[in-house]
């Protein structure tokens, strides 16, 4: 897992920077860029006033384009995650959330509730 500044390059016009990139564990060796042929296994973008658009439109449809495996939209102002998978509809959670990516043993469950829990109501 690698963790904000890190650049998503798919070409010299197409840059993204996700707040969580998900990579399988050979590419990690790749530095600051992510230019890799296979897509990340899970990008996740955690939505703000300012990225509230792009999170929801042009980063959406570049990941669910077949640009990563899957992608979170976490919204903490409407208390969601908005799961973006390519070929199919988006998934809109509000309690939790079961991530099993080929080869993990055991899924990732995450309590929505409970990661929104500590902020103030809207």
């Excluded at 990690?28 to 992510?34: D, E, H, I, R």
């Excluded at 897509?39 to 570049?62: C, G, N």
């Amino acid at each position: 897992m690698l963790l904000a500044p890190y650049d998503v390059v798919w070409s010299r016009h197409i840059v993204l920077e996700p707040d969580i990139l998900v990579v399988p564990a050979a590419e990690t060796a790749l530095g600051k860029n992510w230019a890799g042929k296979v897509p990340p296994t899970l990008v996740v973008e955690i939505v703000s006033p300012s990225s509230r658009r792009r999170d929801y439109r042009a980063k959406r449809d570049f990941y669910a384009a077949g640009h990563a495996l899957e992608c979170w939209i976490v919204d903490p102002a409407k208390r969601k995650v908005t799961v973006v998978r390519p070929g199919a509809s988006d998934e809109t959670q509000m309690t939790q959330l079961e991530w099993h990516p080929v080869g993990a043993s055991i899924p990732f469950i995450l309590d929505i509730a409970a990661l929104f829990a500590a902020l103030p109501a809207a």
